[in-house]
Protein backbone atom coordinates (compact mmCIF):
# COMPACT_ATOMS: atom_id res chain seq x y z
CA UNK A 1 0.00 0.00 0.00
CA UNK A 2 0.87 3.55 -0.71
CA UNK A 3 0.68 5.29 2.93
CA UNK A 4 0.30 9.02 4.11
CA UNK A 5 0.73 9.68 7.78
CA UNK A 6 -0.64 12.86 8.57
CA UNK A 7 1.68 13.92 12.35
CA UNK A 8 0.38 16.54 14.43
CA UNK A 9 3.81 18.32 15.51
CA UNK A 10 7.33 18.37 14.10
CA UNK A 11 9.40 14.89 14.00
CA UNK A 12 11.15 16.56 17.54
CA UNK A 13 10.51 17.34 20.58
CA UNK A 14 7.41 16.06 20.94
CA UNK A 15 6.95 12.45 20.48
CA UNK A 16 4.14 11.66 18.89
CA UNK A 17 5.29 11.86 15.31
CA UNK A 18 9.19 10.34 16.42
CA UNK A 19 7.58 7.46 18.95
CA UNK A 20 4.79 7.04 17.75
CA UNK A 21 4.03 7.66 13.87
CA UNK A 22 7.27 6.99 12.61
CA UNK A 23 8.16 3.05 14.47
CA UNK A 24 4.92 2.28 12.95
CA UNK A 25 6.02 3.77 9.53
CA UNK A 26 9.41 1.90 9.72
CA UNK A 27 7.08 -1.36 10.51
CA UNK A 28 5.15 -1.14 7.87
CA UNK A 29 7.98 0.02 5.46
CA UNK A 30 9.54 -3.57 6.33
CA UNK A 31 6.26 -5.09 5.34
CA UNK A 32 6.48 -4.05 1.74
CA UNK A 33 4.85 -0.55 2.44
CA UNK A 34 6.01 2.85 1.17
CA UNK A 35 5.39 5.54 3.78
CA UNK A 36 5.08 9.10 3.79
CA UNK A 37 4.68 11.08 6.97
CA UNK A 38 3.92 14.65 6.30
CA UNK A 39 4.57 17.12 9.61
CA UNK A 40 3.19 20.83 10.97
CA UNK A 41 6.78 22.35 12.38
CA UNK A 42 4.74 24.92 14.04
CA UNK A 43 6.56 23.57 17.57
CA UNK A 44 10.19 23.80 15.99
CA UNK A 45 10.23 26.23 13.29
CA UNK A 46 13.99 25.39 12.58
CA UNK A 47 12.23 22.06 10.72
CA UNK A 48 10.54 24.17 8.28
CA UNK A 49 10.55 22.34 4.56
CA UNK A 50 13.14 20.53 5.81
CA UNK A 51 12.56 16.65 3.69
CA UNK A 52 14.69 13.19 4.56
CA UNK A 53 14.23 10.06 4.18
CA UNK A 54 14.86 7.82 7.55
CA UNK A 55 14.81 3.87 7.41
CA UNK A 56 12.85 4.00 4.50
CA UNK A 57 10.18 6.23 5.69
CA UNK A 58 10.42 9.56 3.74
CA UNK A 59 9.76 12.71 6.06
CA UNK A 60 8.77 15.68 4.78
CA UNK A 61 7.67 19.23 6.98
CA UNK A 62 5.33 21.76 5.84
CA UNK A 63 6.93 25.16 5.29
CA UNK A 64 5.77 27.71 8.15
CA UNK A 65 8.31 30.79 8.76
CA UNK A 66 6.11 32.20 11.75
CA UNK A 67 3.00 30.97 13.43
CA UNK A 68 -0.13 33.52 13.16
CA UNK A 69 -3.70 33.19 13.63
CA UNK A 70 -4.17 31.21 10.08
CA UNK A 71 -1.27 29.54 10.42
CA UNK A 72 -3.51 25.94 11.62
CA UNK A 73 -5.96 26.06 8.55
CA UNK A 74 -3.50 27.25 6.13
CA UNK A 75 -0.93 24.54 6.97
CA UNK A 76 -3.79 21.56 7.28
CA UNK A 77 -5.11 22.38 4.20
CA UNK A 78 -1.50 22.28 2.19
CA UNK A 79 -0.91 18.81 4.46
CA UNK A 80 -4.30 17.58 2.90
CA UNK A 81 -3.95 18.76 -0.37
CA UNK A 82 -0.32 17.21 -0.61
CA UNK A 83 -1.79 13.89 0.75
CA UNK A 84 -3.92 13.65 -1.56
CA UNK A 85 -1.18 14.60 -4.55
CA UNK A 86 0.09 11.44 -3.41
CA UNK A 87 -2.62 9.10 -4.27
CA UNK A 88 -2.56 7.31 -1.11
CA UNK A 89 -4.59 3.91 -0.64
CA UNK A 90 -5.08 5.38 2.70
CA UNK A 91 -4.31 8.53 5.11
CA UNK A 92 -3.22 8.34 8.42
CA UNK A 93 -3.85 11.15 10.58
CA UNK A 94 -2.26 11.13 14.33
CA UNK A 95 -4.06 13.34 16.65
CA UNK A 96 -7.84 14.54 16.03
CA UNK A 97 -7.51 17.74 16.86
CA UNK A 98 -5.20 20.92 16.33
CA UNK A 99 -3.07 21.05 12.80
CA UNK A 100 -3.56 17.21 11.91
CA UNK A 101 -6.91 17.19 13.15
CA UNK A 102 -8.29 19.94 10.18
CA UNK A 103 -6.56 18.04 7.84
CA UNK A 104 -8.48 15.08 8.79
CA UNK A 105 -11.21 16.70 8.64
CA UNK A 106 -10.86 18.07 5.09
CA UNK A 107 -9.69 14.78 3.94
CA UNK A 108 -13.26 12.79 5.26
CA UNK A 109 -15.18 15.78 3.04
CA UNK A 110 -12.87 15.19 0.45
CA UNK A 111 -13.71 11.05 0.68
CA UNK A 112 -10.28 9.98 1.15
CA UNK A 113 -9.86 6.86 3.06
CA UNK A 114 -8.50 7.94 6.48
CA UNK A 115 -7.61 6.22 9.43
CA UNK A 116 -7.57 8.36 12.93
CA UNK A 117 -5.16 7.62 15.45
CA UNK A 118 -6.31 8.90 19.00
CA UNK A 119 -3.17 8.50 21.83
CA UNK A 120 -4.66 11.37 24.17
CA UNK A 121 -7.94 12.35 25.67
CA UNK A 122 -7.92 15.94 24.48
CA UNK A 123 -11.73 16.72 25.61
CA UNK A 124 -13.72 17.68 28.69
CA UNK A 125 -11.81 15.67 31.55
CA UNK A 126 -8.52 15.79 29.52
CA UNK A 127 -6.07 18.03 27.92
CA UNK A 128 -8.44 20.68 27.37
CA UNK A 129 -9.02 20.82 30.89
CA UNK A 130 -5.11 21.04 31.72
CA UNK A 131 -4.10 22.99 29.35
CA UNK A 132 -3.88 26.81 29.33
CA UNK A 133 -6.32 27.38 25.92
CA UNK A 134 -8.15 30.22 25.63
CA UNK A 135 -11.79 29.16 26.21
CA UNK A 136 -12.79 29.32 22.68
CA UNK A 137 -10.15 27.10 21.40
CA UNK A 138 -10.95 24.76 24.63
CA UNK A 139 -14.97 24.57 23.27
CA UNK A 140 -13.02 24.17 19.65
CA UNK A 141 -10.74 20.97 20.60
CA UNK A 142 -13.84 19.87 22.12
CA UNK A 143 -15.76 19.43 19.39
CA UNK A 144 -13.05 18.78 16.66
CA UNK A 145 -12.04 16.19 18.84
CA UNK A 146 -15.45 14.52 18.74
CA UNK A 147 -16.42 14.84 14.89
CA UNK A 148 -12.90 13.81 13.75
CA UNK A 149 -13.36 10.71 15.84
CA UNK A 150 -16.77 10.18 14.36
CA UNK A 151 -15.82 10.79 11.13
CA UNK A 152 -12.77 8.79 10.36
CA UNK A 153 -13.34 5.58 8.73
CA UNK A 154 -11.16 3.51 11.57
CA UNK A 155 -9.59 4.55 14.33
CA UNK A 156 -5.93 3.01 15.87
CA UNK A 157 -6.16 4.05 19.71
CA UNK A 158 -3.12 3.66 21.80
CA UNK A 159 -4.65 2.68 25.23
CA UNK A 160 -7.38 0.98 26.45
CA UNK A 161 -9.04 3.51 28.52
CA UNK A 162 -9.48 5.69 24.77
CA UNK A 163 -10.72 1.97 22.81
CA UNK A 164 -13.72 2.49 25.90
CA UNK A 165 -13.92 6.13 25.68
CA UNK A 166 -14.87 5.69 21.54
CA UNK A 167 -16.57 2.83 22.01
CA UNK A 168 -18.67 5.41 24.56
CA UNK A 169 -19.52 7.78 21.59
CA UNK A 170 -21.06 5.43 19.48
CA UNK A 171 -18.51 4.75 17.49
CA UNK A 172 -18.78 0.92 16.30
CA UNK A 173 -16.23 -1.42 17.68
CA UNK A 174 -15.49 -3.20 14.41
CA UNK A 175 -13.70 0.21 13.90
CA UNK A 176 -11.88 1.08 16.80
CA UNK A 177 -8.15 -1.03 16.98
CA UNK A 178 -6.28 -1.08 19.84
CA UNK A 179 -2.30 -0.86 19.24
CA UNK A 180 -0.34 0.49 21.77
CA UNK A 181 3.34 1.80 21.75
CA UNK A 182 6.29 -0.49 21.21
CA UNK A 183 10.13 -0.10 21.45
CA UNK A 184 12.45 1.52 18.88
CA UNK A 185 13.73 -1.36 16.76
CA UNK A 186 17.54 -0.01 16.61
CA UNK A 187 17.94 0.28 20.43
CA UNK A 188 18.28 -3.19 20.15
CA UNK A 189 21.70 -2.49 19.02
CA UNK A 190 22.42 0.22 20.99
CA UNK A 191 21.93 -1.32 24.53
CA UNK A 192 25.23 -3.27 24.71
CA UNK A 193 27.20 -0.40 24.19
CA UNK A 194 24.97 2.05 26.14
CA UNK A 195 25.26 -0.39 29.09
CA UNK A 196 29.18 -0.66 29.50
CA UNK A 197 30.72 0.35 32.41
CA UNK A 198 32.57 3.68 30.95
CA UNK A 199 29.79 4.68 29.06
CA UNK A 200 27.83 4.99 32.44
CA UNK A 201 30.64 6.04 34.33
CA UNK A 202 30.95 9.12 31.84
CA UNK A 203 27.51 9.83 31.46
CA UNK A 204 27.09 9.66 35.68
CA UNK A 205 30.28 11.98 35.71
CA UNK A 206 28.35 14.60 33.68
CA UNK A 207 25.43 14.74 35.90
CA UNK A 208 27.79 15.53 38.90
CA UNK A 209 26.48 12.68 41.19
CA UNK A 210 29.57 10.00 41.14
CA UNK A 211 28.56 6.62 42.98
CA UNK A 212 25.51 8.21 44.73
CA UNK A 213 21.99 6.43 43.79
CA UNK A 214 20.46 7.93 40.90
CA UNK A 215 16.63 8.16 40.03
CA UNK A 216 15.28 9.37 36.46
CA UNK A 217 12.38 10.79 34.80
CA UNK A 218 12.46 11.02 31.41
CA UNK A 219 10.30 12.90 28.62
CA UNK A 220 8.18 16.05 28.23
CA UNK A 221 7.57 18.07 31.04
CA UNK A 222 4.05 19.66 30.20
CA UNK A 223 1.09 21.50 32.05
CA UNK A 224 -0.62 19.24 34.94
CA UNK A 225 2.51 16.57 35.10
CA UNK A 226 2.47 14.38 38.26
CA UNK A 227 6.27 15.31 39.41
CA UNK A 228 5.02 16.76 42.34
CA UNK A 229 4.34 13.01 43.60
CA UNK A 230 7.62 12.23 42.60
CA UNK A 231 9.36 15.18 45.07
CA UNK A 232 7.12 13.69 47.20
CA UNK A 233 8.43 10.17 47.58
CA UNK A 234 11.93 11.65 46.82
CA UNK A 235 11.72 13.55 50.71
CA UNK A 236 10.62 10.42 52.23
CA UNK A 237 13.39 8.45 50.52
CA UNK A 238 15.91 10.98 51.81
CA UNK A 239 15.13 9.88 55.39
CA UNK A 240 16.64 6.91 54.79
CA UNK A 241 18.72 7.52 51.51
CA UNK A 242 19.76 11.10 51.67
CA UNK A 243 22.47 10.56 49.05
CA UNK A 244 19.78 9.86 46.42
CA UNK A 245 19.54 12.05 43.64
CA UNK A 246 16.93 12.50 41.10
CA UNK A 247 17.48 13.63 37.53
CA UNK A 248 14.54 14.86 35.21
CA UNK A 249 15.69 14.55 31.75
CA UNK A 250 13.35 16.74 29.61
CA UNK A 251 11.73 19.76 29.31
CA UNK A 252 7.98 21.11 28.40
CA UNK A 253 5.50 24.09 29.46
CA UNK A 254 5.46 22.49 32.63
CA UNK A 255 8.82 22.84 33.83
CA UNK A 256 9.30 26.06 35.44
CA UNK A 257 6.62 25.84 37.81
CA UNK A 258 8.43 22.09 38.84
CA UNK A 259 11.78 24.16 39.31
CA UNK A 260 10.08 26.75 41.65
CA UNK A 261 8.28 23.52 43.27
CA UNK A 262 11.69 22.15 44.14
CA UNK A 263 13.23 25.38 45.18
CA UNK A 264 10.26 25.85 47.43
CA UNK A 265 10.99 22.30 48.86
CA UNK A 266 14.87 22.74 49.40
CA UNK A 267 15.72 19.73 47.05
CA UNK A 268 17.38 21.58 44.54
CA UNK A 269 20.74 19.86 45.47
CA UNK A 270 19.19 16.73 44.98
CA UNK A 271 16.98 17.16 41.63
CA UNK A 272 19.23 18.07 38.46
CA UNK A 273 17.62 19.30 35.53
CA UNK A 274 19.13 18.27 32.60
CA UNK A 275 17.00 20.13 29.55
CA UNK A 276 15.92 18.09 26.68
CA UNK A 277 18.08 14.81 25.96
CA UNK A 278 18.23 13.26 21.93
CA UNK A 279 16.22 10.16 21.48
CA UNK A 280 19.79 9.08 20.33
CA UNK A 281 21.49 9.45 23.86
CA UNK A 282 18.22 8.67 26.17
CA UNK A 283 20.12 4.62 26.36
CA UNK A 284 23.00 5.84 27.87
CA UNK A 285 21.61 8.39 30.38
CA UNK A 286 19.09 5.86 31.29
CA UNK A 287 21.84 2.72 31.73
CA UNK A 288 23.51 5.22 34.15
CA UNK A 289 20.70 5.26 36.42
CA UNK A 290 19.57 2.68 38.96
CA UNK A 291 15.86 3.37 39.08
CA UNK A 292 13.24 4.95 36.52
CA UNK A 293 10.14 6.58 38.27
CA UNK A 294 6.64 7.82 36.88
CA UNK A 295 4.02 8.98 39.62
CA UNK A 296 0.85 9.11 37.82
CA UNK A 297 -2.95 10.48 39.28
CA UNK A 298 -6.00 8.81 38.48
CA UNK A 299 -7.37 10.57 36.19
CA UNK A 300 -8.62 10.54 32.77
CA UNK A 301 -5.71 11.84 30.46
CA UNK A 302 -3.57 9.36 32.71
CA UNK A 303 -5.46 6.35 32.06
CA UNK A 304 -5.89 7.16 28.58
CA UNK A 305 -1.91 7.80 27.71
CA UNK A 306 0.18 5.12 26.58
CA UNK A 307 3.80 6.85 27.79
CA UNK A 308 6.95 6.47 25.71
CA UNK A 309 8.76 7.02 29.04
CA UNK A 310 7.73 3.24 30.27
CA UNK A 311 8.79 1.62 27.15
CA UNK A 312 12.05 3.35 26.80
CA UNK A 313 12.54 2.04 30.50
CA UNK A 314 11.56 -0.83 29.98
CA UNK A 315 14.16 -1.41 26.31
CA UNK A 316 16.87 -0.19 28.10
CA UNK A 317 16.02 -3.07 31.37
CA UNK A 318 15.98 -0.58 34.03
CA UNK A 319 14.01 -0.95 36.87
CA UNK A 320 10.61 0.69 36.99
CA UNK A 321 8.47 2.54 39.84
CA UNK A 322 5.25 3.50 38.44
CA UNK A 323 1.93 3.97 39.56
CA UNK A 324 -0.95 1.35 38.87
CA UNK A 325 -2.95 3.86 36.69
CA UNK A 326 -4.01 3.10 32.80
CA UNK A 327 -1.75 1.65 30.68
CA UNK A 328 1.44 1.22 33.29
CA UNK A 329 -0.86 -1.93 33.91
CA UNK A 330 -0.63 -3.55 30.48
CA UNK A 331 3.25 -3.33 30.55
CA UNK A 332 4.34 -3.80 34.13
CA UNK A 333 3.30 -7.04 36.06
CA UNK A 334 4.12 -5.81 39.12
CA UNK A 335 6.48 -7.67 41.36
CA UNK A 336 7.86 -9.70 37.60
CA UNK A 337 9.16 -6.62 35.21
CA UNK A 338 8.34 -3.66 37.54
CA UNK A 339 6.42 -2.00 40.50
CA UNK A 340 3.46 -0.44 40.89
CA UNK A 341 2.34 1.65 43.35
CA UNK A 342 -1.42 2.67 44.31
CA UNK A 343 -1.87 6.49 42.62
CA UNK A 344 -1.07 9.58 44.90
CA UNK A 345 0.32 7.00 47.67
CA UNK A 346 3.47 8.53 47.88
CA UNK A 347 4.84 6.40 51.20
CA UNK A 348 3.91 3.23 49.14
CA UNK A 349 6.06 4.76 46.23
CA UNK A 350 8.98 5.59 48.56
CA UNK A 351 8.73 2.38 49.73
CA UNK A 352 8.68 0.89 46.33
CA UNK A 353 11.95 2.88 45.39
CA UNK A 354 13.59 2.12 48.71
CA UNK A 355 13.25 -1.93 47.91
CA UNK A 356 14.82 -1.50 44.40
CA UNK A 357 17.92 0.83 45.50
CA UNK A 358 18.46 -1.76 48.25
CA UNK A 359 18.24 -4.62 46.57
CA UNK A 360 20.85 -5.01 43.42
CA UNK A 361 19.83 -8.24 42.57
CA UNK A 362 15.69 -6.96 42.73
CA UNK A 363 16.65 -4.62 40.63
CA UNK A 364 18.57 -6.52 38.18
CA UNK A 365 15.59 -9.12 38.00
CA UNK A 366 13.14 -6.34 37.75
CA UNK A 367 14.82 -5.00 34.63
CA UNK A 368 15.88 -8.22 32.62
CA UNK A 369 12.34 -9.16 33.04
CA UNK A 370 11.13 -5.89 32.00
CA UNK A 371 13.55 -5.98 28.39
CA UNK A 372 12.16 -9.14 27.78
CA UNK A 373 8.29 -8.38 27.66
CA UNK A 374 8.80 -4.82 25.96
CA UNK A 375 10.27 -6.61 23.43
CA UNK A 376 8.08 -10.09 23.17
CA UNK A 377 4.68 -8.59 23.67
CA UNK A 378 4.84 -4.95 22.25
CA UNK A 379 7.34 -5.18 19.28
CA UNK A 380 6.22 -3.16 15.94
CA UNK A 381 6.36 -5.76 13.93
CA UNK A 382 3.74 -8.06 15.65
CA UNK A 383 1.71 -4.30 16.18
CA UNK A 384 1.96 -3.61 12.55
CA UNK A 385 -0.52 -6.42 11.60
CA UNK A 386 -3.64 -4.83 13.65
CA UNK A 387 -2.39 -1.13 11.78
CA UNK A 388 -3.04 -3.32 8.68
CA UNK A 389 -6.05 -4.62 9.63
CA UNK A 390 -7.00 -0.90 10.09
CA UNK A 391 -5.76 0.18 6.75
CA UNK A 392 -8.48 -2.50 5.49
CA UNK A 393 -11.48 -1.18 7.38
CA UNK A 394 -11.09 2.43 6.12
CA UNK A 395 -10.59 1.08 2.57
CA UNK A 396 -13.76 -0.63 2.93
CA UNK A 397 -12.35 -3.56 2.68
Known amino acids: MNIVMIGSFAF ?43 DGVRLVNMTIRRVTATTPLSAAFRMAR ?17 YSGLAGQLLAFSRAPVALDHDDWEGRGGWADINPYPRLWRRFFIWQEADTLRRAAALTVASRTLQTQVWGMGIDPARVFYIPNGPDESRRTRLEESTRAARRAQVRAELGVGDA ?39 GDGLP ?8 R ?32 DSLVNRSKCSAKIIEYMTVGLPIVAS ?9 EHGVSGLLAEPGDADSFAQLMLAVLSDPQKAKALGTAAQERIWARFNWERLAETVEQ ?5 RGK
Open 324 to 332: RVGQNVEYI
Open 257 to 264: ALRAEVAR
Open 213 to 251: PLAVYLGQIPHGNDLDQALDALERVHLRLPELRLALLGT
Open 12 to 54: APKATVSKRAFFMARALVKRGHRVTILMPPYDNLADSGREWTQ
Open 266 to 297: GLERAVLFTGWVEHARAPDYLAAADLAVYPYR
Open 390 to 394: AYQVA
Open 82 to 98: HALALQPDVVHVFKPIG
